[in-house]
């Protein structure tokens, strides 16, 4: 009897299997739309914009592996990582183009970022919104992040491929020029900048701003020496009606730490949190932490993976503040040995390391990446630091504004915004011209003090890299000899070469009209 009922039951499944219509298993996943079944509301383009947004959150991007190519490839940084060819990726040893950490996986998702923008670009328009003005800023916000993700490929490989459609698996772009990349920068934030508002509500905070595109704007005409231009963009945050939202705080830490975030000083700030402890897929636990912190800490508190050079200790040393002190900028940037020495003054916070005295044995003289670590209120990093990383500050504005002055003629009228900066309440150095008074109005002295000024403001911001393109450095002989006298890895640079990366073999492989840079 027992087996009766067994194959009865099979029986019945059977038939009813059999007579199911094949339309009731075709059942659509609400969590995995297509193209068809999305971009059909408000809500879908928001979502859209959000996942183009989301790319900062990616080990390529702002988590971690970019400030590898940007602080410690620079004359500011280096590494020390027992991982050999991260290590020499710093170092101008490039010898396998597909290395994923160094190479492809910024150029794969530079592009996934710049691809989900173009969705939005695409679908969005067709979509009937109840405000008009609200479907321009959701294009105004795409329309900046591929501008900034097309920045960045102009800046590391600089002729690489153009794509302002939603792409196919099967598609082979064109190679296209540096200056043509250069070109859709421009064009797309002239496009979004007076789409874009002049602040968001705090529900909204982080995104993109009029603020953000023109600065970023001006940072794209300031590569391509179009100074005047760039200086049209930053006079709306300098001088003009922009000039309300921004300033400089009084504390200079303050702009690191994740307690006094999207401040005066906050251009464009990417939003990291410890909410979501999750590793790096697309899925609603993924990690938004901030992960360089973890590979930039002293060992046994991080991986010290990135150090800092020590030239930058000398140079703040080489000026006392007005009231006869160390710039404290150092203490903000730098773990190194003397800091207790050098600034007795300090909370203990501030001249431990992480609540630690130095480890003589394990860290001798070193110098570490203090900046935007979390030293001031836990013990050891993880990689889900909830610091704020400050894409675009009002210093660096300010900075900027005063170099386009400079290469436009006006270097008198160029000091007193490099004096903002000085004169920063913690920061209180002496006005330009009299801690420099041989400087005159001469534009060739103003600018290599001008430089010196950016790097002991911005250092392992990200910036570093960028600056000593658009001043030559890395195309001269004399700018690799400066280079040289501050870090040894320059001794492997080639001129020529080096200033760009090689782009990732495998997709030279896979493109037939992609060709290697040249003379990679």
Known sequence: ??????????????????????????????????????????????????????????????????????????????????????????????????????????????????????????????????????????????????????????????????????????????????????????????WAKDKLPDQWDDANVGRATKGAAKALLARAYAQQKKYPQAKAELDWLVTGDGKQYYGLVADYRDNFTHTNENNIESVFEIQFSDRNKGNDGDNLSASMGFQRTQFFAPGGIGWQDGKARAWLITEYKKELTKDGKYDRRLLTNIFYRQAYKDFPDAANNDTLVYNRKWDVGAWANETFIKKYSTYYYRDREDYHAPNNFRFIRYADVLLLYAEALNETGQTAAAYQYVNMVRERPSTNLQKLEVAYPAIGNDPVLFKKRLQMERSLELCFEAVRWMDLKRWGLLTTQAGLDELRSRDVDFDNFTLGKHHRLPIPQIEVDNNTKLDQNQPY
């Open 1 to 190: 009897m027992k087996n009766l009922k067994i194959y009865f039951f099979i029986t019945v499944f059977m038939m009813i299997g059999f007579s199911c219509s094949e339309d009731l298993l075709d059942v659509d996943n609400p969590n995995t739309p297509t193209v068809d079944q999305a971009w059909k509301t408000e809500l879908d383009a928001e979502m859209g914009l959000n996942a183009a947004y989301n790319m900062f959150y990616k080990p390529s991007t702002w988590t971690r592996w970019i400030y590898f190519r940007y602080d410690l490839s620079s004359d500011e940084g280096h590494s020390t990582s027992p991982w050999g060819e991260l290590a020499d990726w710093t170092r101008f040893r490039y010898f396998n183009y597909n290395f994923w950490d160094g190479n492809n996986w910024h150029w794969r998702d530079f592009y996934k970022a710049i691809f989900r923008a173009n969705q939005v670009l695409a679908y969005v328009p067709s979509i009937t919104f109840a405000d008009a003005a609200k479907k321009d800023r959701i294009l105004a916000q795409a329309r900046f992040i591929r501008a900034l993700y097309y920045f960045q490929i102009a800046l590391l490989w600089e002729d690489a491929v153009i794509v302002t459609e939603p792409s196919e698996p099967d598609d082979e772009p064109e190679q296209r020029t540096e200056a043509e990349i250069w070109a859709l920068v421009e064009e797309d934030l002239n």
